[in-house]
């Protein structure tokens, strides 16, 4: 018995010195801020920091790949598509072709560069106090509203969207427009092109003969081929000529390979990024950004539970939002503005946000909560403190 009693002892007392030392390391390292999504973010800090170094390197060569892509594609559509339509369908479609894919090549070529090229914008040094909205805990420095941290840029970024790739620069403020606008310009292009060169690609990729010798035509089987197989026999092996040619030539092999490379880039384009477009389509006539859309998300599942409806302040209706964003004003004009190029800015200087104007949280039936002065008066507060 003595012996079980000591064991029971000793047992208690490592028990005690375990409670202990877990107690003094949470005492250091937890806080009231703590939480779930706080230890994710804790975890996942080096994957971060490494996607934050690749994409610091990947986002030039990413613009040089849409150069590279959209100057493959223009020159196919000249050398290959333009010839077939006016071959087989005449001077009419092949004249509304011409301006037609020309004036969204124009559009997507614009809001690209002006895309790239312009500063999402960045908040001043100093701020008055109805435009701080917060501290950045990163910068150090007063924060607007609707304005976030870039860890790739280093700086905070007036109403954030994300950091693009594709543009090697933050979507923010006073470049959404132009990035939102090669999204719609660029799906709409591909879409185009993949219906015009249809009949071109169905005639060259469905031909199994030609689509076989142009798998087969400089390949290492085709010299393999042509040193052990007597040129006689070589018709036989890779079939008769089935072009417009007499023959089997390079340009026919060219042809077939930069069409049927055409029609697929732009094709899986048109799903890719015609499902982004959707998506920030949504976002803008919601009056959100893809941040806010998280931020939202969590404050709109916490109320819920409370049995109350959260309402975005910046959602002033689609057509509304879309107005904003886009920058129409009673001088500005949708056809001449947004139809064509056009430099102009967005509403407002990023700063100061107008917001709708709401009198408490709404619960679910309807009826407005006891505290509505209270939580009016707190998230204005919180807003601008």
Not at 210 to 235: A, C, H, P
Request: glycine share 6%; aromatic share 14%.
């Amino acid at each position: 018995m003595g012996v079980v009693k000591k064991i029971h002892s000793l047992g208690k007392g490592v028990f005690n010195y375990c409670r202990a030392a877990k107690f003094a390391l949470r005492s250091v390292t937890y806080n009231s801020f703590t939480n779930r999504a706080t230890a994710i973010d804790v975890v996942f800090e080096p994957v971060l920091w490494l996607v934050e170094r690749v994409s610091r390197y990947l986002g030039p060569i990413m613009v040089v790949m849409v150069i590279i892509l959209s100057l493959l594609a223009l020159t196919t559509v000249y050398v290959f598509a333009a010839p077939f339509v006016l071959r087989e369908q005449g001077w009419l479609p092949f004249t509304f072709h011409i301006f037609f894919g020309h004036w969204l090549f124009i559009n997507t070529i614009f809001n690209y560069y002006k895309g790239v090229t312009t500063s999402p914008g960045y908040p001043p040094a100093v701020l008055s106090d109805t435009s701080v909205a917060t501290i950045c805990k990163k910068c150090i420095a007063p924060k607007p509203p609707r304005t976030h941290h870039c860890s790739l840029c280093n700086k905070c970024v007036l109403k954030m969207d994300h950091h693009c790739p594709w543009l090697n620069n933050c979507v923010g403020h006073y470049n959404h427009r132009f990035f939102i606008s090669f999204c719609i310009y660029m799906t709409l292009g591909t879409l185009y092109i993949s219906i015009a060169i249809w009949p071109l690609f169905a005639q060259e990729f469905f031909n199994s003969k030609k689509t076989f010798q142009s798998i087969l035509r400089g390949s290492v089987l085709f010299y393999f081929l042509k040193w052990n197989v007597d040129e006689s026999n070589m018709d036989d092996i890779l079939g008769p000529p089935h072009t417009h040619t007499d023959s089997w030539t390079d340009y026919d092999n060219v042809q077939h390979k930069a069409v049927s490379f055409l029609f697929f880039i732009s094709f899986s384009t048109v799903i890719a990024l015609g499902m982004l477009s959707m998506w920030h389509i949504m976002l803008i006539g919601q009056g959100e950004t893809s941040i806010e859309r998280n931020i939202n998300s969590k404050e709109r599942k916490r109320l819920k539970k409370l049995n109350v409806n959260y309402k975005n302040p910046y959602d002033f209706g689609w057509r509304q939002n879309w107005r904003n964003l886009l920058g129409l004003d009673e001088h500005r004009r949708f056809w001449s503005h947004i139809l064509l190029p056009s430099s102009h800015p967005p509403s407002g200087d990023g700063l100061a946000w107008e917001r709708v104007p709401t009198p408490g949280y709404i619960t679910s039936n309807g009826l407005h909560t006891n505290m509505a002065t209270k939580t009016t008066r707190l998230y204005r507060m919180e807003c601008n403190p």
